[in-house]
């Protein structure tokens, strides 16, 4: 829907759903403490790369670069495939099922990579094709895979599942009940042919930087959209969390002794604006029960910005908050009295503005608006 300065919802303000300033408050404690790398241990990790035999972009020594890191920083396990020309569904199949049944167990990571073109789709489709030729008009060539059709092989087994896909409308391979995801692209958004700039050297530079450090998925999705915001590209990249699920810790993979957990220091100001709608007004107290909760519950360290209070109205009980990337991909999409506003790189600045901000209007101008001139003695005449 085209946006609107009069929605339908401004004129059906008992529709709009409201809620407590502490229920907030325990939606951001939840996806804090979703978002905080734990000291939860993988037995073992392993990353799969998938790109195609007719790749056009180059993306197979991109690929391998990517594996690399995972490799020497991380410890893991890495395997590359290339789906073939010719019976490329069950080259595929016959793939997925043995790394599925080899790696999918409990106490073990599976993490998808995929390089290479797919169709352009909505949020809502049951057929998704992915490709390794496309024509100039975004069309695929050649042959393809119905990724819906086969991805149950990986998500209907034991262990936990990270998919990190770079294509056109990315994001669509992530389901409502699926593994978390970072997605190159939004849905129906075309990626970048250049691999220079391409979503996986983004995530090869990212994943150099931590070094092994542990971060969460959702940590690693806020630098990668940190560079992406910063760079202007066309496209952000997206994280779709596991539902009912904490973000996945990635770090490197150790002996049995004991590891120190260190929080990894993300720089940057990127942050969300969020409009909440409270139920009732909002008082200076709650604001300063807010401020005690949140320096009493966010670790040093953890998060690169602050949870902040930007506004407070009366009327409405409306207050616009800004928080942090990586929290804020955590929250609940739908169903909830907050939502999503801009991506902002500040607090309010307007305090701090000196000038004063002129609303009175100018004076008078206009020939009709003139005092009328009293006409001189000369000019004066009597009647009757």
């Known amino acids: 829907m085209a946006s609107s300065s009069k929605p339908l919802t401004a004129y059906n303000l ?65 395997m590359s495939f290339q789906i073939p020309v010719i019976g490329s569904y069950l080259a595929l199949q016959n793939k997925l099922t043995k790394w599925a049944t080899d790696w999918g167990k409990k106490d073990l990571l599976r993490i998808l990579v995929y390089s290479g073109h797919a169709e352009y789709s909505g949020t809502a489709v049951f057929k998704w094709l992915i490709a390794g030729r496309a024509n100039a008009q975004g069309n695929l060539v050649g042959p393809r895979i119905d990724w819906r059709r086969i991805s149950g092989i990986l998500e209907n087994v034991d262990g936990d599942l990270v998919y990190m896909f770079d294509c056109c409308s990315a994001a669509t391979v992530a389901m409502e009940d699926g593994p978390e995801t970072i997605a190159a692209t939004g849905w129906e958004q075309s990626g970048t042919d250049n691999v220079h ?22 940590g690693i999705y806020a630098r990668l959209f940190r560079n992406a915001y910063q760079n202007q590209v ?11 699920s904490p973000s996945i810790t990635i770090k ?17 100001s990127n942050r969300v604006l969020l409009s909440v709608k409270t139920r009732g007004e909002v008082s200076e107290s709650d604001i300063n029960s807010w401020e005690k909760w949140l320096t009493t519950n966010i670790p040093p360290g953890i998060l690169s910005v602050d949870v902040k209070v930007e506004a407070v109205f009366r009327g409405s009980g409306l207050l616009l908050v800004t928080i942090p990337v990586q929290l804020w991909t955590m929250l609940p999409a739908h169903g909830v009295a907050y939502s999503f506003v801009a991506h902002v790189t500040s607090s309010n600045t307007l305090p701090s503005m000196t000038r004063n901000l002129a609303i009175r209007p100018p004076p008078p101008s206009g020939q009709e608006n003139r005092r009328p001139v009293q006409p001189s003695h000369n000019q004066r005449k009597s009647i009757g």
Not at 50 to 61: F, P, R, S, Y
Not at 63 to 74: A, E
Not at 234 to 244: A, D, I, L, Q, T
Not at 252 to 263: F, M, T
Request: aromatic residues 6%.
């Open 14 to 78: 008992r529709s709009q759903q409201t809620t407590k300033i502490s229920d907030f408050a325990s939606a951001l404690k939840k996806a804090l403490d979703a978002v905080t790398p734990t000291t939860e241990r993988y037995r073992d990790v392993c990353v799969l790369s998938l790109h195609w035999e007719n790749d056009q972009m180059g993306v197979a020594k991109l690929n391998s670069d990517l594996l690399k890191v995972f490799k020497n920083d991380y410890n893991f396990k890495t």
């Open 197 to 218: 700039f391409s979503f996986t050297q983004a995530l090869i530079d990212t994943l150099k930087d931590l070094n092994g450090v542990p971060e969460t998925v959702a």
């Open 252 to 268: 490197r993979k150790v002996g049995k002794e004991v590891e120190k957990l260190q929080a990894s220091k993300a720089t940057g």
């Open 234 to 244: 066309g496209s952000c990249p997206v994280h779709v969390p596991k539902k009912g």
